[in-house]
């Protein structure tokens, strides 16, 4: 479990360039130029809307188009673990955030916002629990060696301690982040009954 103070090495331009903005955020809050914090989110799933090419999108993928009954690619083995948290607990970060009294923090303004660790499979379970065995069944297994290795560099669990400490909170199983998708973006209804 990585915690709160754990030192970023990004490995990617996109990581520097995002660890860049958090350190300006810091030196300008700190200047008095800006009243700033930054958020770092887990990754949100289920994503609405149509897939994407992002690396991560096939986490929401496996379970988005089978609750709709469509197939859907799985592109690294049910092995990989990773960190998410649902869109409404995202919104919910960003409202808390906004009216946070920022004389709570010390000179580190990014904050590491609360997850849950879950691996392919703890997902593929909880799919299977909600819609049944029919929309497991449309998870194609397929192998991306590229998708793997960017993923696999990635947190799998982090402490947020900071964060849950100023009352920020997220989902603890990925069987409530499905019933928030199946709730906010389904209208509360499958597209098939579940069917073992």
């Given amino acids: 479990m990585i915690p709160d103070d754990f030192a970023p090495q990004p490995a990617t331009s996109y990581g520097i360039q995002k660890l860049v903005t ?3 955020i810091d030196d300008y809050s700190r200047k008095g130029f800006v009243d700033g914090l930054s ?3 887990p990754t949100i799933c289920i994503r609405p809307g149509a897939p994407n090419r992002a690396a991560s999108g096939f986490f929401s993928g496996i379970l988005r188009e089978p609750l709709a009954g469509l197939p859907a690619d799985l592109p690294v083995p049910e092995t990989v673990r990773h960190y998410f948290a ?3 607990s995202a919104v919910g970060f960003f409202l808390q955030a906004a009216g946070l009294d920022t004389s709570r923090l010390d000179h580190r303004r990014a904050l590491i ?6 691996t392919v499979a703890d997902q593929i379970d909880a799919l299977r629990q909600a819609a049944g065995e029919s929309a497991v069944r449309l ?3 397929t192998d991306d060696p590229l998708v793997l290795r960017i993923v696999g560099g990635w947190g799998a669990d982090y402490t947020a301690e900071r964060a849950r400490a100023l009352g920020f909170t997220a ?3 990925m069987h409530e982040i499905i019933a928030v998708h199946i709730q906010d973006e389904l209208d509360g209804r499958l597209a098939h009954s579940p069917v073992t």
């Avoid at 916002?113 to 879950?118: T, Y």
Wanted: positive net charge; aromatic residues 0%; glycine residues 4%.
């Fill in 171 to 173: 989902e603890t199983s």
């Fill in 22 to 24: 958090e350190l300006l």
């Fill in 86 to 88: 649902s869109p409404r």
């Fill in 39 to 41: 958020l770092r989110l």
């Fill in 139 to 141: 998870i194609r297994k």
């Fill in 113 to 118: 916002m609360p997850g849950l660790s879950a």
